[in-house]
């Protein structure tokens, strides 16, 4: 099983140009999650979907979209990259077991630079 | 406003050693407490997981020590290994929310 599978691995943009970070898991996870990981900043949710159909803001939304186009893909989009979205992007998918929190499987990352 | 704090964030420990990584949380409601593990190059995996209703927790060498009261929790590596070398996150949550609020991260090194 591949698990989280996120695409590009490596992408440098410029200030301006848009974008589109791809996710997909074969897991049947019903949660999905994009996070970026920032130097002393840790991981911040950005936006998540607990469920085909929906999606809803993190800690950190601004500057991004979300697609959550079927039960396997969720999508992130930039519209206009800035510098400040230089990161390491993460996605996420997650069960619930009984009700309570599941485990999250990452992917291995999306290393974005804005020049 | 950072609502899970993590310390040190940089930690280095002689192999056999013990290092120890704190978290501290403000939000009473926080109800289960994982902690991550995040190879260079890697996402991040579950290591270990704690709820509220117990102070400990062992899973092998890893070791994650609850004070409910002093709203803080500790992982401990027992005969810790080279291939311990990580980061280490931990995390918070409640209610059941899959929404988890991280801790900025402890780099570790073990040395030989």
């Known amino acids: 099983n591949a698990g989280v599978t996120q695409t590009p691995k490596f992408q440098v943009l410029k200030t301006g140009q848009s974008m589109t970070l791809q996710c997909a898991q074969d897991?049947?996870?019903?949660?999905m999650y994009w996070y970026r990981q920032d130097p002393g900043m840790g991981l911040r949710l950005i936006y998540y979907?607990?469920?085909?159909?929906?999606?809803d803001k993190g800690e950190v939304p601004n500057g991004y979209n979300v697609s959550r186009l079927n039960k396997r893909e969720f999508s992130l989009r930039l519209e206009s990259a800035a510098p400040s979205q230089t990161s390491v992007y993460f996605c996420a998918s997650s069960e619930r077991a009984g009700g309570n929190t599941g485990e999250l499987f990452f992917g291995e990352g999306s290393r974005l630079t804005v020049l | 406003q950072q609502q899970v704090k993590q310390s040190p964030q940089s930690l280095i420990v002689q192999k056999g050693g013990i290092p120890i990584i704190n978290c501290a949380y403000e939000?009473?409601?926080?109800?289960?407490f994982p902690w991550y593990q995040q190879f260079p190059g890697k996402g991040p995996a579950l290591l270990i997981a704690?709820?509220?209703?117990?102070s400990e927790k062992k899973e092998g060498r890893f070791t994650i020590s609850f004070n409910k009261s002093a709203k803080q929790f500790s992982l401990h590596i027992m005969d810790s290994q080279p291939g311990d070398s990580a980061t280490y996150f931990c995390?918070?949550?409640?209610?059941?929310?899959?929404?988890?609020?991280f801790g900025t991260g402890t780099r570790l090194t073990i040395i030989p």
């Open positions: 897991m049947n996870h019903n949660s």
């Open positions: 979907s607990a469920s085909e159909g929906t999606t």
């Open positions: 939000n009473t409601a926080f109800d289960y």
């Open positions: 704690i709820r509220p209703d117990v």
């Open positions: 995390a918070a949550s409640k209610g059941g929310n899959e929404k988890l609020t």
